[in-house]
T-cell receptor, first 113, second 114 residues
């Protein structure tokens, strides 16, 4: 599975949009981009995923570049409760190796009042 | 409520003892996973299972063992062969189907070996 690169940390003002970038330049055609977040000492929480089209749900938006080599997670109106570590991973659609997805160190997002 | 449960939340063991961590899911998911997380680091895959009675090694399987006798359960045993067992252990499950393979995580078990 392709590896991802994320900045180690970012700050965002409360109420503003948080834009978290992820580089996945070696992504292959059948790999999805997934985003999770982890609040301290809890299990990671699924946020959103996509293949090549932009996606939006009640939590966030995912923008994937046309060449699929990078993506951006957008939290439209960040709150203090969005302070967490955000993980971008790439993951194949289900096959015999689908279980092996690599979580890097993620981006620590700190939302400030 | 549907979800994944891990017990206990905190676990203490003496060095040299085997310990088994519990993971149960009632989501009717086929696939289950175990990850290890060390302080300030990401998740590393220990073992995963895509179907009952079958499982595969992840990136750091040495010193660990698993079983998958029931769809709902995927216990992880940390053996005395694991050199640095103190860590946060996370279990996850997914449907294991094409286009529907989102992983859902349990609350984790923090293991401390004294």
């Amino acid at each position: 599975d392709a590896k991802t690169t994320q900045p180690p940390s970012m700050d965002c003002a409360e109420g503003r949009a948080a834009n978290l970038p992820c580089n996945h330049s070696t992504i292959s055609g059948n790999e999805y981009v997934y985003w999770y977040r982890q609040i301290h000492s809890q299990g990671p929480q699924y946020i959103i995923h996509g293949l090549k089209n932009n996606e939006t749900n009640e939590m966030a938006s995912l923008i994937i570049t046309e060449d699929r080599k990078s993506s951006t997670l957008i939290l439209p109106h960040a709150t203090l409760r969005d302070t967490a570590v955000y993980y971008c991973i790439v993951r194949r659609s289900y096959n015999t190796n689908a279980g092996k997805s690599t979580f890097g160190d993620g981006t620590t997002l700190t939302v400030k009042p | 409520d549907g979800g994944i449960t891990q017990s206990p939340k905190y676990l203490f063991r003496k060095e040299g003892q085997n310990v088994t961590l519990s993971c149960e899911q009632n989501l009717n998911h086929d696939a289950m996973y175990w990850y290890r997380q060390d302080p300030g680091q990401g998740l590393r895959l220990i073992y995963y299972s895509q179907i009952v009675n079958d499982f595969q090694k992840g990136d750091i399987a040495e010193g660990y063992s698993v079983s998958r006798e029931k769809k709902e359960s995927f216990p992880l045993t940390v053996t005395s062969a694991q050199k640095n067992p103190t860590a946060f252990y996370l279990c996850a499950s997914s449907k294991g189907q094409i286009n529907q393979d989102t992983q859902y995580f349990g609350p984790g078990t923090r293991l401390t070996v004294l």
